[in-house]
């Protein structure tokens, strides 16, 4: 019996966690498989403090870098319903330097209070997902030292989410709406909540060491190959991002761009495809929908070229379906394809582009 209990509070391994991602997240076979990892070790951390013994794990906070679309959002969303914690998204943009007016650092976890219901010990173990890092770099990029104009939206932001991603008792107002009225206000720890940053860093290349951007026959090879190079902590610190900063990020994950085969799986493979999605949508209205791959691969291509990634994916399959959708109470009974032709001729009236067949 005891044997037992001790198996069911086992933290999940990394192979479990990395499974049940594989199920939702499409590609990014490296990056799911350090998060895994880093996941595992939170668990651990977070089962050791409950046990009341002295620990030397330190925080597995991770920082995912990727172009939109990659799957940054996704994975940390799916990781937070594996290990059954509070899942908060933050845009890094909204805070401002405390004392200046915009939110102060600890309303995100006043945002991540009010998705716990208001449960200091389950906010105490959730994960906050910090997106578009990237806009909160210095830009004051004379002074490396920080030195010069005050950077309220930058530098400032950084240095106030240290105490935040190292770990202190933090005082966070229980209404996300009056962050300003500190007088309703509830103590939290944040050494065990894990803080997952993503950013695109798209201009990078332009504040590595080595040089600008490449020119003359063969530029494009070139740049092909310095886009696929691993990102060092000396660039991302070249570009604006504090030491100390990444210091607490101490897993760094660096996400690909997806190719169409991968896209074309997002649309199918996960159990919430979007596909999935509208078939039983419509089977509602006694409708049988089917998605031809030919016409499924005309929406992929339509996003690679236009670099959306799978977050685009959504939004112009809405585009392709909406008359459908429109008269599907007026034609039950029926089987809709959605096949090339017709993915083409909606495509076409969403911008004068002509696609490639």
């Given at each position: 019996m005891e044997s037992s209990a001790r198996r069911e509070e086992a933290p999940l391994t990394?192979?479990?966690?990395?499974?049940?991602?594989?199920?939702?997240?499409?590609g990014q076979e490296a990056a799911k498989r350090a998060v895994a990892i880093a996941a595992h070790n939170h668990l651990k951390r977070i089962q050791a403090r409950r046990m009341r013994r002295q620990s030397l794990i330190k925080k597995s906070n991770i920082l995912l870098i990727g172009p939109t679309g990659s799957g940054k959002t996704h994975i940390a969303?799916?990781?937070?319903?594996?290990?059954?914690?509070?899942?908060?998204?933050?845009?890094?943009?909204?805070?401002?330097?405390?004392?200046?007016?915009?939110?102060?650092?600890e309303v995100m976890v006043s945002d991540l209070l009010f998705k716990s219901n208001h449960s200091v010990e389950d906010t105490q173990r959730g994960i906050i997902f910090i997106d578009e890092v990237d806009k909160i770099a210095r830009r004051t990029q004379g002074a490396r030292n920080g030195a010069g104009s005050r950077d309220i939206g930058g530098e400032g932001v950084q240095?106030?989410?240290?105490?935040?991603?190292?770990?202190?008792?933090?005082?966070?107002?229980?209404?996300?709406?009056?962050?300003?009225?500190?007088?309703?206000?509830?103590?939290?720890?944040?050494?065990?909540?894990?803080?997952?940053?993503?950013?695109?860093?798209?201009?990078l290349h332009d504040f590595g060491d080595e040089g600008g951007r490449a020119m003359g026959f063969g530029a494009d090879a070139l740049g092909a190959k310095k886009k696929e190079k691993r990102i060092s902590t000396k660039q991302l610190v070249d570009f604006g991002m504090m030491a100390e900063f990444l210091g607490r990020m101490p897993v760094m994950v660096q996400l690909e761009r997806l190719g169409e085969p991968e896209l074309l799986r997002v649309l199918t493979e996960p159990p919430d495809a979007i596909t999935r999605e509208f078939k039983e949508l419509l089977s509602l209205d006694d409708i049988e929908l089917d998605f031809p791959e030919a016409g499924l691969r005309e929406v992929v291509r339509y996003s690679v070229a236009r670099g959306l990634g799978a977050r685009g994916l959504r939004s112009i399959l809405e585009h392709v379906m909406s008359d459908?959708?429109?008269?599907?109470?007026?034609?039950?009974?029926?089987?809709?394809?959605?096949?090339?032709?017709?993915?083409?001729?909606?495509?076409?009236?969403?911008d004068d582009v002509e696609l490639n067949a």
């Open positions: 990394p192979r479990e966690i990395f499974e049940r991602l594989d199920r939702f997240v499409i969303r799916n990781l937070a319903d594996i290990l059954n914690v509070p899942f908060t998204t933050v845009d890094a943009t909204e805070y401002t330097e405390a004392g200046y007016y915009g939110k102060d650092v240095q106030s989410l240290l105490k935040l991603l190292e770990g202190r008792e933090v005082h966070v107002p229980m209404n996300v709406t009056q962050a300003w009225n500190k007088s309703d206000f509830v103590q939290v720890d944040t050494r065990d909540i894990l803080f997952i940053c993503a950013g695109t860093f798209s201009d459908i959708m429109f008269e599907a109470p007026e034609r039950r009974h029926r089987q809709v394809a959605v096949d090339a032709e017709f993915v083409k001729a909606r495509l076409s009236s969403l």
